[in-house]
């Protein structure tokens, strides 16, 4: 299993922290809230369960460097909650009471890679050249 998650502050740069296998522990993944399919991975936040993954030092349950989905069963608050430092100081997501209801997907936001981009505007041009070959006959 391996995971890369850049959590961000908003609020100062020099609290984000990068989550990897290397520096980071899987602590709870309980209950049958998380799921995955070839097409993504969902959360069920009317569902029951925790998924945390939280950085090695100071450890885990720290307050520090955490991700955390959560039915507000276990340790984290009802939603979401991403700590890129300390949960107390820095710019921390924490839904709580407006937390999301029913199974949502984690993979909300769908950026290209930059090598889409190219594949994008290379079809671009081939349709622009072949309009043009058809108007110019």
Do not use: H
């Amino acid at each position: 299993m391996g995971w890369n998650l850049t959590l961000i502050d908003r609020l100062n740069v020099a609290n984000d922290f990068d989550l990897t296998p290397a520096n980071s522990t899987l602590v709870e993944d309980i209950g049958s809230a998380l799921t995955a399919s070839a097409g993504g991975l969902f959360f069920n936040y009317s569902g029951s369960g925790e998924f945390l993954i939280q950085a090695n030092s100071p450890g885990a349950f720290s307050g520090f460097s955490y991700f955390c989905f959560s039915t507000g069963v276990f340790a984290c608050l009802n939603g979401e909650t991403i700590s890129p430092q300390d949960v107390f100081v820095d710019g921390v997501v924490a839904t709580g009471a407006a937390a999301p209801i029913g199974t949502q997907p984690l993979n909300q936001s769908t950026t290209p890679e930059p090598s889409s981009y190219g594949l994008i505007i290379m079809g671009l041009l081939g349709v622009c050249v072949g309009v043009k070959r058809k108007f110019a006959s």
